[in-house]
């Protein structure tokens, strides 16, 4: 990607300033690991929501050194007041909003700001109150102000952060609350993912100091305020944590909690856990303990059960004296109970074998970017079950907890991938970054660790697991992450030669990427079954452990024709496809356990000579409109799940010519 904008010696000096910046946060959170609960922020009789989603004031930094911001200390005063600002809406990337090609593919600081008027209940000095300030995601690296005063900085996108700011508006009641957001989506050898920068000096070549940013992953690297930032309020002593897991036997489920309160050593709790209908089915108290739910509705997948996404809610109701002021909060957590193992050759949920029969995605739409959209989220889940999909990895970062929320609700089994996209320089082994990347890990376990869709953690996607270092690399964060939650599997996604690959070893799940006839031997469609057995058996060999084909797939042109079937055509994309599925037949009835398109739908990349407009290898296109190969996949993927399926009779009798409407209609009735 190339930056257009200047950068001199100065510049160098600022972005490699940048470097140590983020460096140095990341030394700082390794050392000190994630503290804290990140709990979704739910309104609840104790505690109000702000949502400060809408225009914010914006500017790029475009001085030499990208540094004018810090120099001339914008946050310390409005925006407006230091010079130009426009209209940025948030959540949206920032990349695609005006036409200004140096902003599209802009690198460096961004500033954003939002003024704010709080209710006077949350401003009363009398320490009851605590107000918070949360960004769901924010790419890549944060500081953030309030009044003038700096309050969180964050290293990595994709993840929320937040910060107390009780002190600082309780201070000025009555004052707006200015909220200042410095933004820097410089990648380095250390961050997650990784990039770096390369200054092109051959002034014969490139105009005076110019840079381009380098990464080894293939979506365009929107940056902004990707989701939503919110204030909300809590008693000043709080519900800080829930960690929930579950067992179930056939007649009874056991809920296991542990809850952290923060603001006081002196407090009681108190739990009921409702089932849909509100009624209470089980009760418990105090920090840690176990609730017996009798003759449990389990969470079950979608399509492997007529009431799929089944949850609970888990109301914990905290009580304390501070101050001599009784206190109380209350949170409600969705509740899924559900079991997940791994055999030599299945993946059992509930005890059931699971065939994962789903996509790949990508945060990624025209105009917003990676920012989150209500609509194209529904309207995605839609797509979803009208494909018959029962599954998807988030490729290649942590999706939006909205998102996530979904999953959970409609029962769509999700990988739970973490940003550790384009790991392929020997630096990005080295202990700076693994130390970060467990840090990242901490981050993703501890938002979606109570959430039943998730059935496993992707630790990586594509790395360079051939190198030596990424033997101990992934041991070590494997095993980091396994200490974190013991209850779920772990995998890495790999395109390394079996015999090669360091990182395997220590998996779960074999997960394998690979593009016969399309990346190698380009346009042979004939090559696929034997490369595609002979892939499977050798990984199978090798580990005895079962395979997710987690990408395959080929680009098509929506509109482009072309018969017997040429490479970027619908037609050879769908040729493709069901040489693949022939092979999966087989092998499912062995030890392969999932088969995930690659993708979902278009999105946009870094241009280059493979790139038309972007990746084309949506089985819809960007503006969610089936390919020919969406209709090869949903009839598949509807007869893979009828065969396999608790679903009533009724259900199992319609033949996907019959579900374009009615059996997802059913199935939406029944959730
Ligand atoms: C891959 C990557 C994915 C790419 C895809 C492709 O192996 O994991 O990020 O977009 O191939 O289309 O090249």
């Not at 914010?56 to 911001?69: C, E, H, L, V, Y």
């Not at 190698?520 to 004939?526: A, I, K, P, W, Y």
Request: aromatic share 12%; charged share 20%; proline share 7%.
């Amino acid at each position: 990607m190339a930056a257009a904008a200047p950068c001199g010696a100065v510049g160098q000096c600022r972005l490699q300033l940048l470097v140590l910046v983020a460096a140095a946060a990341a030394g700082r959170a390794a050392a000190a690991t994630v503290r804290g609960g990140m709990l979704y922020p739910r309104e609840s009789p104790s505690r109000e929501l702000k949502e400060l989603g809408g225009i914010w004031s914006f500017r790029a930094d475009f001085s030499p050194g990208r540094d004018a911001g810090f120099e001339q200390r914008w946050y310390r005063q409005p925006l407006r007041q230091t010079g130009p600002v426009i209209d940025m809406p948030v959540p949206a990337s920032f990349n695609d909003i005006t036409q200004d090609p140096h902003l599209e593919n802009y690198i460096g600081w961004v500033w954003y700001e939002k003024e704010v008027l709080l209710p006077q209940r949350w401003l009363q000095d009398d320490f009851s109150t605590r107000v918070v300030l949360r960004f769901g995601s924010a790419h890549y690296y944060s500081i953030v102000w309030v009044n003038g005063v700096q309050v969180v900085e964050h290293e990595g996108g994709h993840l929320p952060f937040e910060a107390d700011i009780s002190r600082i508006v309780q201070r000025s009641p009555g004052v707006p609350c200015r909220i200042t957001v410095a933004l820097n989506n410089t990648l380095t050898l250390h961050t997650l993912p990784p990039g770096s920068i390369q200054y092109m000096n051959d002034k014969t070549r490139y105009p005076k100091n110019y840079f381009v940013q380098n990464t080894r992953f293939d979506f365009f690297n929107y940056a902004g305020i990707h989701r939503p930032v919110v204030l909300y309020t809590t008693p000043s002593v709080y519900i800080d944590d829930i960690t929930v897991t579950t067992t179930s036997s056939e007649s009874v489920a056991m809920v296991q909690y542990q809850i952290s309160v923060v603001g006081s050593e002196l407090y009681s709790l108190s739990l009921s856990l409702r089932d849909q209908e509100g009624k209470v089915v089980a009760t418990g108290s105090g920090p840690a303990g176990e609730l017996k739910v009798p003759n449990p509705n389990l969470w079950w997948p979608y399509l492997m059960h007529e009431s799929p996404g089944y949850r609970y809610f888990l109301e914990v109701k905290m009580q304390a004296q501070a101050s001599g002021v009784p206190q109380e909060d209350i949170y409600t957590l969705p509740v899924g109970i559900r079991t997940v193992h791994v055999t030599s050759t299945q993946f059992l949920i509930n005890g059931k074998p699971f065939y994962f029969h789903g996509v790949n995605k990508h945060e990624d739409a025209d105009i917003r970017g990676k920012g989150l959209d209500w609509a194209l989220i529904v309207k995605d889940f839609n797509l979803l079950r009208w494909l018959g999909a029962n599954s998807f990895r988030t490729s290649h970062y942590p999706y939006a907890e909205e998102i996530m929320d979904l999953c959970d609700t409609y029962g769509i089994v999700v990988i739970d991938e973490c940003p550790g996209v384009g790991i392929k320089m020997p630096e990005s082994f080295g202990n700076k970054s693994l130390q970060h990347h467990l840090v990242v890990m901490e981050e993703l376990i501890r938002r979606d660790k109570n959430r039943p869709s998730v059935v496993m953690w992707s630790v990586a996607n594509e790395p360079a697991s051939e190198l030596p270092p990424a033997a101990y690399y992934f041991k070590t964060l494997i095993a980091h992450t396994k200490a974190l939650d013991p209850s779920r599997p772990v995998t890495f996604v790999s395109d390394t030669n079996y015999a090669l690959d360091h990182g395997a070893p220590y998996v779960d799940v074999i997960c394998v990427n690979s593009y016969f006839s399309w990346y190698h031997d380009s346009g042979h469609l004939e090559v696929i079954p034997l490369q595609l057995t002979a892939q499977f058996e050798n990984w199978y060999k090798t580990y005895q452990k079962p395979i997710i084909q987690s990408e395959y797939g080929a680009d098509s042109v929506p509109g482009l024709h072309s018969d017997p079937p040429a490479m970027f055509s619908e037609e050879y994309q769908k040729a493709l496809l069901k040489e693949y599925h022939s092979v999966f037949d087989k092998k499912r009835k062995e030890y392969v356990i999932g088969e995930l398109i690659w993708n979902f739908a278009d999105f946009m990349t870094n241009q280059g000579v493979t790139r038309v407009l972007g990746n084309k290898k949506g089985i819809f296109t960007r503006q969610r409109q089936p390919k020919s190969a969406a209709f090869v996949l949903r009839e598949r993927y509807w007869k893979i799940a009828n065969e396999s399926s608790c679903l009533p009779p009724i259900i199992k009798s319609l033949s996907s010519q019959h579900v374009v409407h009615g059996i997802t209609d059913y199935i939406i009735s029944l959730v």
